[in-house]
């Protein structure tokens, strides 16, 4: 039996549906309730002590795979339950998550409003440090601010807000520049309306769809940069929990304790993945052109 082949347009249909979908929304929805409320409540609902050591039952399998119900998901090289720390860990991410978007957002969104409706020299200069930031990789950020402070997560949401702001400034002051030209914003200025009037009453609801959109995308791009500065050791502080300092600190033992990467490399692509979808849907949702497409 032939199998019919899909052209362009319908595949990029059957995936709006799919990312539409009621149960696709629910499912993302509360799997994202699920890890914030982890980040939040994790210290106080984590079976162990996280940093208990127990040699004597040190690397024990997960419960499915040989071990004890004690520890549903093993232990570590050092005894230390790895449920708790995977737990543990999801506060890092969060942490990182609640400051990087925002302060992204806010520095690269306001530089891409000045520099798309001043242009001349504003745009110059802003575009000028876009290309900098573009042009110095972020991991060596990274290693600069943990020579001088050490690991950290302040480092973290440094580095993080340094390598992403300049998403938000090129994507705002491309629209504004189209935006500018509307005639709602010809309106405004003939009427005397002030730059900073236009730019809050009349330019900043126009971009609000594509500013949250592009947040909600970033989320998995900063849980997965704060798991692999933390994996670098250039992250998030030795004794601090996270989950790329547990893939780094088993990597020399998944030849006989696969869990020990596994599991937070699990919980990594999970947020990523869901993040995605839902970012994915929140695109479909507020943009008119995506939403009312059949």
Do not use: Y
């Amino acid at each position: 039996m032939d199998v019919p082949v899909l052209s362009d347009p319908q595949q990029a249909r059957r995936r709006r549906l799919r990312v539409r979908s009621p149960k696709t929304f629910g499912f993302t929805v509360g799997f994202l309730v699920f890890f914030v409320f982890i980040g939040l409540a994790g210290p106080s609902i984590t079976p162990d002590d996280p940093n208990a050591l127990n040699l004597v039952g040190r690397l024990q399998p997960p419960s499915f795979d040989g071990g004890t119900s004690e520890h549903l998901l093993g232990t570590d090289e050092l005894g230390r339950d790895t449920l708790s720390r995977l737990i543990h860990g999801t506060r890092v991410s969060l942490t990182a998550i609640v400051f990087v978007i925002p302060l992204a957002t806010l520095i690269g969104s306001l530089a891409g409003l000045l520099a798309g409706w001043f242009g001349g020299w504003t745009s110059r200069v802003i575009m000028a440090l876009v290309d900098l930031q573009l042009a110095l990789p972020a991991i060596l950020v990274a290693v600069f601010l943990a020579a001088i402070w050490g690991p950290s997560l302040r480092n973290v949401v440094i580095v993080l807000v340094f390598a992403l702001w300049a998403t938000w400034a090129r994507i705002v002051r491309g629209e504004t520049l189209a935006l500018k030209e509307r005639e709602f914003i010809i309106a405004a200025r003939t009427i005397g309306a002030s730059d900073p009037r236009i730019m809050i009453r009349h330019l900043l609801p126009s971009l609000l769809n594509s500013i949250v959109i592009l947040a909600t995308l970033n989320v998995a791009t900063v849980v997965i940069a704060e798991a692999g500065l933390s994996f670098l050791g250039v992250g998030v502080a030795q004794d601090t929990i996270s989950w790329g300092a547990m893939i780094s600190q088993g990597r020399d033992l998944l030849s006989v304790a696969w869990w020990l990467v596994t599991v937070p490399g699990i919980a990594i692509i999970s947020v990523s993945l869901v993040v995605n979808i839902f970012g994915d849907w929140m695109r479909d949702f507020l943009d008119p052109t995506l939403r009312n497409a059949r």
